[in-house]
């Protein structure tokens, strides 16, 4: 059997179309045979600067990238975004998702933290939904609120000292007084207190002595009669 030329351009034209027709329904799906990465969802109530490229992070390290973002109307928007994430990083159920900066001036960054029980892994297109969201705007407007509130108690505290003032004054030359008082009171009184402290002394040396003597006799006082200074007999007459 002979093939005309006219056969053989047909077959190829044939073949071609099919091919680009594959492909383009492949591109069209989304699908990319030589892509080595899952895609998922992420939810988020605030756009926050995630776009497309966003770095994807776990500990820190780049494991994927934003593919884009979808708007979602409803009763309040939200947003979807595609994210890419390298399959050798698994992802299961419990996974959180933090969207921060990754400074104060640096781009937005989607953190992911791992789930410790790594019981029902997450499928392709699952949806995780992001339980933080900061971005610099947020920042920016915590810190201009702060500064506020320092600034308020900074005047409060002014306000304060401006007005007690004569008060913290008068009580400063009031210690004072006392203070110089005491110091007089001390100077006239130093002769008595040497003299109180004197006899201190002696009262306690007396009693040291008499302490000693009691340990040392003690029925040396007690045999002795208030007023003959007899001892008492040491025996006793027999009751009649």
Do not use: C
Not at 97 to 125: A, C, F, M, R
């Amino acid at each position: 059997m002979k093939f005309s030329h006219n056969d053989i351009f047909t077959g190829l034209f044939f073949l071609i179309g099919t091919i680009f027709l594959l492909t383009v329904i492949l591109f069209i799906a989304g699908y990319d045979l030589l892509d080595d990465r899952t895609e998922y969802f992420v939810r988020f109530e605030k756009l926050a600067g995630v776009k497309k490229g966003t770095t994807i992070r776990i500990k820190n390290f780049a494991v994927g990238e934003v593919k884009d973002v979808i708007p979602i109307y409803g009763v309040d928007l939200h947003f979807k975004a595609r994210v890419l994430v390298n399959k050798e990083f698994a992802l299961y159920q419990g996974t959180v998702v933090n969207i921060t900066n990754q400074n104060v001036i640096g781009d937005t960054v989607i953190d992911l933290i791992p789930s410790l029980v790594k019981k029902y892994k997450l499928k392709e297109h699952d949806t995780l939904f992001a339980t933080s969201v900061t971005n610099l705007d947020q920042m920016v407007s915590q810190i201009s609120n702060l500064v506020s509130t320092i600034n308020k108690m900074v005047e409060t505290f002014g306000a304060l000292a401006g007005d007690n003032k004569g008060d913290l004054k008068m009580l400063l030359m009031n210690l004072n007084g006392s203070i110089t008082k005491v110091n007089a009171l001390l100077d006239s009184s130093q002769g008595e207190i040497v003299a109180i402290m004197r006899n201190i002394h002696s009262t306690s040396t007396t009693l040291d002595k008499f302490t000693k003597e009691m340990a040392n006799n003690p029925w040396k006082i007690l045999d002795k009669r208030g007023g003959g200074g007899e001892a008492v007999p040491t025996s006793t007459a027999a009751l009649p």
